[in-house]
C-alpha cells in the first residue's frame, strides 16, 4: 500500500489504487464550496483560512474563512434617494442630508462612492458639497454665489465620487453634507432645497486571506 501523495495543499491524496485514508475527507471538506442556509449555521463551522462556504440568503452571499472569522466576497451596496431641506444661517453649519453605514467584516475591502446633488441654490448664499467618510472629507464641491444682485434662485448639479479603503474590522459611515452661509449676516433668505442620491459599492480588497 502506497503512501498518501500531495497535490497543492492536499496532503492526504490517496495514491492511486490505495485506500482513502478519513483524514483526506477532513481535508477536502474545507476546500470545497459548502453550502449554509443561514450566516449563523456558517458561524458555527470552525473552518481552517481558506474556506469558501455559500449562504442562502436573499440574495445569496460567497464567503471566504480568514484567521479572524468569515470575510464577505460578493460586494456589498447601498443606495440613498431623497430630498432635503437645509435652513440657511448667517454663520457657516453642515447639514448632512445622506448616509450609509458599511457594516463591520473582518477583511479589508475597498468602497466606491458616488453621490449625485441638485441643490436649489439662493442668491446671496456660498455653499459647499461634501462628501465625508468617518468624519473625513473625501470629495468637495465649491458652488460660487450667484451674487448680491441675482434674485432668482437656481439649480446647480453636481456630481462627486471616489474611492475609499476600509480597514479590516472597521465600521464607516459615508455622508453627503451640504455647508451653506448667506453673505453679510442676510437672514431673511429661505432655505435650499436638496435632491441627493448617495451610492455606495463595497468589494473584498483583492481576496487577501488576514
Known amino acids: 500500500m502506497a503512501d498518501p501523495i500531495t497535490i497543492g495543499s492536499l496532503t492526504d491524496v490517496p495514491a492511486p489504487n490505495s485506500p482513502i485514508n478519513a483524514q483526506f475527507h477532513q481535508e477536502v471538506a474545507h476546500r470545497i464550496v ?8 456558517l458561524d458555527a463551522w470552525v473552518a481552517e483560512p481558506g474556506a469558501v462556504a455559500w449562504v442562502n440568503t436573499s440574495p445569496p452571499v460567497l464567503w471566504l474563512r480568514s484567521s479572524a472569522g468569515w470575510c464577505r466576497q460578493t460586494p456589498w451596496g447601498k443606495t440613498v434617494i431623497g430630498t432635503a431641506v437645509q435652513t440657511i444661517p448667517a454663520e457657516p453649519v453642515n447639514t448632512v442630508f445622506a448616509s450609509v453605514t458599511i457594516p463591520t467584516d473582518p477583511g479589508p475591502r475597498v468602497a ?23 468624519g473625513v472629507m473625501q470629495a468637495q464641491w465649491i458652488i460660487p454665489t450667484a451674487g448680491a444682485n441675482v434674485g432668482l434662485a437656481r439649480q446647480c448639479p453636481v456630481a462627486l465620487a471616489g474611492r475609499l479603503d476600509v480597514a479590516a474590522g472597521a465600521t464607516i459611515t459615508v455622508q453627503t453634507r451640504i455647508t451653506s452661509a448667506t453673505r453679510n449676516n442676510i437672514v431673511t433668505i429661505p432655505a435650499n432645497l436638496i435632491a441627493n442620491r448617495l451610492d455606495v459599492t463595497v468589494t473584498p480588497d483583492g481576496g487577501v486571506i488576514p
Open 34 to 41: 459548502q453550502r449554509f442556509a443561514s450566516k449563523s449555521a
Open 112 to 134: 466606491l462612492f458616488s453621490a449625485h446633488v441638485v441643490p436649489i441654490l439662493n442668491p446671496n448664499v456660498d455653499t459647499t458639497l461634501e462628501v465625508v467618510a468617518a
